[in-house]
């Protein structure tokens, strides 16, 4: 049977799948492999400054002709008030002792020379650029820049991981909300309350679709026929894969992040905001224990800016000690070989499926 919902015709697929944004990791490579397989190809911008957003763009297009989504990091940037400077000097030197202990020397930055940007550059270079379709995490996007994108036909996809979130998202304009479970691999695109919200990707999937009438994505824990099932019973008109392509061929993991995440157990993988100061899902390891005991993290992007050339620094040394690397509960969806390949077995299996309880 033909896999296909509302979905399809409007982002322009031939199945209603989406390759996961997933920043430092999905290439545009990856987004034109997906593109291949008939899914929705996604190009991950986190917060890169708007002129390597456009190459990124432009490299994808030239790589491609199919439709792809942009995504960025809709995140709101507290005030580096003197107690969060004080805060990021403590930090910053328990972090250089702790990397020094275990081989690495390096200087992070001090607090006074960061650049910290938002998102409005980002909004101005994809309305220049003419995307067709954005999405975004961390946030909503501001009224001003909605209407921007309407005036210009943009389909805009938000990200919720509750109810309260999705209701937000749909009073204020947004096309189709990715619904984000709680097994997603990757940051939490938590925004509303101080504390995020832990309910699980069933039911939260569940009651979205009970409440909000916008097309639903649903992203967290697939990999197969039967959890893909799950989803579009509940209420998913399309589906999000992330970590079933992080041993993609077309993805940005070096060869010892595949190896040692491929080796992962379910102990492994852990929420922790040691690296970014965000919750993000992924692998344990010495730093985000450390950090965990040291009570030491900055609200994001401050953490993230302060850990990017530790991160840096043990990836060039293959330091499994200390890099991030997000991944989702669904452990059994680790996989090798091209993006496309891993996709087309995906649909595969769903058109296949027989559910036989
Ligand atoms: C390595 C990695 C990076 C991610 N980066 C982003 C990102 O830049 N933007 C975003 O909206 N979601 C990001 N996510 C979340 C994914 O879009 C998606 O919600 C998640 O991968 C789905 O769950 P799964 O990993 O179980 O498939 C990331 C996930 C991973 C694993």
């Known amino acids: 049977m033909k896999w296909t919902t509302e979905i399809n015709q409007l982002l322009g697929i031939a199945y209603p799948l989406i390759q996961a944004p997933m920043f430092g990791v ?24 708007a002129a390597q957003c456009r190459e990124l763009i432009r490299k994808t297009r030239a790589l491609s002709d199919q ?8 995140h ?26 275990h081989k690495l020397e390096l200087d992070l930055p001090p607090v006074d020379t960061l ?7 980002q909004v101005d270079l994809l309305l220049e650029e003419q995307c067709k379709i954005v999405s975004f995490t961390f946030g909503n996007l501001d009224a001003a820049s909605i209407l921007k994108f309407k005036e210009q ?5 938000g990200t919720c991981t509750s109810v309260a979130e999705a209701l937000i998202l749909e009073a204020s304009g947004i096309d189709l909300i990715c619904v984000q479970g709680w097994e997603a691999g990757g940051h939490r695109g938590s925004f509303e309350a101080d504390n995020i ?11 979205v679709y009970d409440q909000v009438k916008v097309p639903l994505i649903y992203a967290g824990g697939i990999y197969d026929a039967k959890t893909a099932c799950a989803a579009s019973s509940l ?18 993991l070096q060869a010892f992040e595949k190896a040692h995440l491929s080796k992962a157990r379910e102990a492994d993988i852990i929420l922790t905001k040691s690296f970014s100061g965000r919750y993000a899902r992924g692998l344990r390891n010495l730093f985000t224990e450390a950090l965990a005991q040291s009570g030491l993290t900055l609200p994001y992007p401050y953490q993230n800016k302060l850990t990017a050339a530790l991160r840096q620094a043990a990836k060039e040394n293959e330091q ?9 509960q669904s452990l059994a969806a680790y996989r090798e070989g091209t993006t496309t390949a891993i996709l087309n077995a995906l649909i595969n299996d769903i058109e296949n499926y027989s559910w036989n309880p």
Not at 40 to 46: C, F, K, P, R, T
Not at 115 to 121: A, H, K, L, S, W
Not at 197 to 207: C, R, T
């Open 320 to 328: 499994t000690d200390f890099v991030s690397i997000w991944a989702g």
């Open 67 to 74: 439709a792809f989504s942009v995504n960025i990091f809709v």
């Open 235 to 252: 209420g998913a008109q399309a589906l999000q894969v992330g970590s079933l392509l992080l041993g993609a061929q077309e993805s940005n």
């Open 115 to 121: 650049v910290v940007t938002g998102y409005r550059e």
């Open 26 to 49: 999905s290439t545009p490579e990856m987004a034109a492999a997906a593109a291949q397989a008939g899914a929705l190809g996604s190009l991950a911008l986190g917060d890169l400054p």
């Open 197 to 207: 919200p832990e309910i699980g990707g069933l039911s939260l999937l569940a009651q």
């Open 153 to 157: 036909g943009t389909l805009l996809i």
């Open 76 to 101: 709101h940037i507290p005030e580096c008030t003197d107690e969060l400077k004080a805060r990021y000097t403590q930090t910053k030197i328990f972090i250089e002792e702790l990397a020094r202990q």
